[in-house]
Each structure stands twice: as C-alpha cells, then as structure tokens.
C-alpha cells in the first residue's frame, strides 16, 4: 500500500470520526431534552396576574391578565390554545358566561419565557349587586413539535368591589395525551 493511499484513508476515517463524534453531541442535547419533557409539563406555571372590572348600568366590562411560564430548561413546548370561561356570584345571584376561545397562533414557550394573555370580557350587571364573586375556568392545551402533550384546567376566585380584585387559585387538574392526541391519563 502506498503512502499516498494510507493518507486518503486515514484523512477519510478522521471526517468519519468528526462526523459522528459531532452526531452523537447533537442526539446527545435533544435527549436530554426529552428528559425534561415531564418535568416541564409538571412545571409550567398558570398564574392570574391581575382583575380590574367596571359596573356599568346593566353590564360589567373587565379585563383578565395570564401568564403561562416554562421555569425549566425544555425546549419545545407550545401553547395550543387557551379557552377560559366564567361566572360571576354577586348578592345571591349566580350568573354563568359561556366559554370564549380566544384567537390566537400557537405561542412557544421556551425555557425561562413569559406568555401574556389578555382576556376582556363584559357580564351582565345589576347596580344593586354588592362585593361579586368571579370564578374563571380556564383549560389550556399545550403541544410540542409532533402533537397535543397535555391539557391543564386551572380554576381561579376572585373577590372585588369595582377596581382591581384578589384572586388565588382553587384547583388544578392536569391531563396527558397521547400521540394522537387523545386521553392518555391524567392526574
């Protein structure tokens, strides 16, 4: 064997190398990527920020701030969509809203990211109507590259007189979907 053919040989076996050395560095990141996948949608925090409403003669006019935070490292992770509904309890009197599916593209939430969501709304009002109660439902639907991943319901109080409100959150569920996006469990 010559030199000359020793040397394309050994030139052809290190890009062999380099290339699959650089491969596995690549599957190696997207792995422990995946690793992070549960944990992330254990970890996305829902939080109401905020609630100022408005009586009016015969309607109330609000306006509800989210967020929807990814505290860990997962990349890959969206918001599919957001869909809250509410009722409003005020001096004995309980007054259901239907759902509203808010209109939006499907938001990324990478890792340390904060997604805002906006949600105005009116309610029918009566001036004789004292310290009302509000309870949002909110069901949120998360999704990754390939398909649904899991759905949330959160449901938030809050307790007002006109202006800005308190609000804390009673209860949360969460449920896991399969690749086809049906139920596939849930907590």
């Known amino acids: ?107 990324g939430l990478e890792p340390g990211k904060t997604v805002k969501i906006t949600f105005p709304f009116n309610s029918t009002w009566d001036q004789s109507w004292n310290s009302p109660q509000f309870v949002f439902t909110i069901n949120l639907s998360y999704s990754t590259f390939l398909d649904a991943a899991a759905g949330i319901t959160a449901i938030y109080i809050c307790q007002s007189t006109g202006g800005p409100g308190t609000c804390y959150q009673e209860a949360v569920g969460i449920e896991a979907k399969g690749p086809s996006g049906g139920r596939g469990g849930g907590v």
């Open 1 to 107: 064997m010559t030199l000359e053919k020793l040397s394309k040989r050994t030139a052809l076996a290190i890009a062999l190398t380099a290339i699959t050395l650089f491969a596995s560095a690549v599957a190696a990141q997207d792995t422990a990527n995946y690793f992070q996948f549960y944990n992330a949608l254990a970890r996305v925090k829902l939080n109401l920020i905020s609630l100022q409403y408005t009586p009016h003669s015969y309607y109330a006019a609000a306006n509800i701030n989210f967020t929807i935070e990814n505290p860990t490292g997962y990349r890959g992770l969206a918001v599919q969509f957001f869909e809250p509904s509410f009722i409003v309890n005020a001096s004995g009197n309980r007054v259901p809203s239907q759902a509203v599916i808010l209109p939006q593209q499907a938001k």
